[in-house]
């Protein structure tokens, strides 16, 4: 009976040793390319050199007016990006 309760123990401290293992993430795990909550952009969010997270929109599913024009970003505050 001593010797089951030993290889419980020891079975549960190894159960216990991979879990925390397998849910353990990285800083780096929220790269990645990810759709916005309408599903109408696709954002890419990397890490840059200077260690620092961004988003870049990579792909919209509707990127021009019904003009045919670009669209654009009108709360951008540098009017040379708009």
Sequence with gaps: MKR?????VLMSF???ASALSTYSLEPDDVRGLYWNAEKTAKIK???AK???YYGKIEFLTEP???AGTPKLDP???NKDLI
């Design 4 to 8: 089951f309760k030993i290889i419980m």
């Design 14 to 16: 190894m159960f216990a």
């Design 45 to 47: 969010i990397y890490r």
């Design 50 to 52: 200077n260690g620092k």
């Design 64 to 66: 021009n007016t019904k």
């Design 75 to 77: 709360e951008n505050p």
